[in-house]
T-cell receptor, first 112, second 113 residues
Framework: RKEVEQDPGPFNVPEGATVAFNCTYS??????FFWYRQDCRKEPKLLMS???SGNEDGRFTAQLNRASQYISLLIRDSKLSDSATYLC?????????????FGKGTKLSVKP | DTGVSQDPRHKITKRGQNVTFRCDPI?????LYWYRQTLGQGPEFLTY????????KSRLLSDRFSAERPKGSFSTLEIQRTEQGDSAMYLC???????????FGPGTRLTVL
């Protein structure tokens, strides 16, 4: 079983749609959680950290359920510019090494 | 532009040749990471430096791979006797001590013929 599993995608949605990505992680010792965005042939960039209380940044809402080892990302009112691959990421260590463990990513295409 | 630079951006080599990549992290970041990403996959961790010390290596890092960060600033990743399976994007990331965010460079895309 892979350490971080995501919806396989791709997701093809019209502009203005709401889209949700799901992710599960296998190691209960995971301490930090993130969503990264990766545009085609570019490097990953941090979209947002994910906290147990849930957090929101504009049209983006992230949720974490430690008991279920489940992470989600909700994008409301999707824009053409949201088209990218969304990577679910965990780390095992909160402070020291902190190497990132990535899911395979879910590709989103927002169409006019 | 995150401030992390990598060189070269693209490298095509023949099987069996040695290649070396360079990463220049954000100047005040003491933590540096190397990852490898193949098509359709997320990046996979290779190795980690804190200052000049290499503190962790993934089992993905075979004996043909070596990484250095001699003065705690830039880092190099060398692959000896390249194989076609080494073809991938090699990403470098850096992080400041108290922050969890890692900033990635643009990557070096390696093609082994």
């Amino acid at each position: 079983r892979k350490e971080v599993e995501q919806d396989p995608g791709p997701f093809n949605v019209p502009e203005g749609a709401t889209v949700a990505f799901n992710c599960t992680y296998s190691n209960s010792a995971s301490q930090s959680f993130f969503w990264y965005r990766q545009d085609c042939r570019k490097e990953p960039k941090l979209l947002m950290s994910v906290y147990s209380s849930g957090n929101e940044d504009g049209r983006f809402t992230a949720q974490l359920n430690r008991a279920s080892q489940y992470i989600s990302l909700l994008i409301r009112d999707s824009k053409l510019s949201d088209s990218a691959t969304y990577l679910c990421v965990v780390t095992l260590y909160g402070g020291s090494q902190g190497n990132l463990i990535f899911g395979k990513g879910t590709k989103l295409s927002v169409k006019p | 532009d995150t401030g992390v630079s990598q060189d070269p951006r693209h490298k095509i080599t023949k099987r069996g040749q040695n290649v070396t990549f360079r990463c220049d992290p954000i100047s005040e970041h003491n933590r540096l990471y190397w990852y490898r990403q193949t098509l359709g996959q997320g990046p996979e961790f290779l190795t980690y430096f804190q200052n000049e010390a290499q503190l962790e290596k993934s089992r993905l890092l075979s004996d043909r791979f070596s990484a250095e960060r001699p003065k705690g600033s830039f880092s190099t990743l060398e692959i000896q006797r390249t194989e076609q399976g080494d073809s991938a994007m090699y990403l470098c990331a850096s992080r400041a001590g108290p922050s969890n965010e890692q900033f990635f460079g643009p990557g070096t895309r390696l093609t082994v013929l």
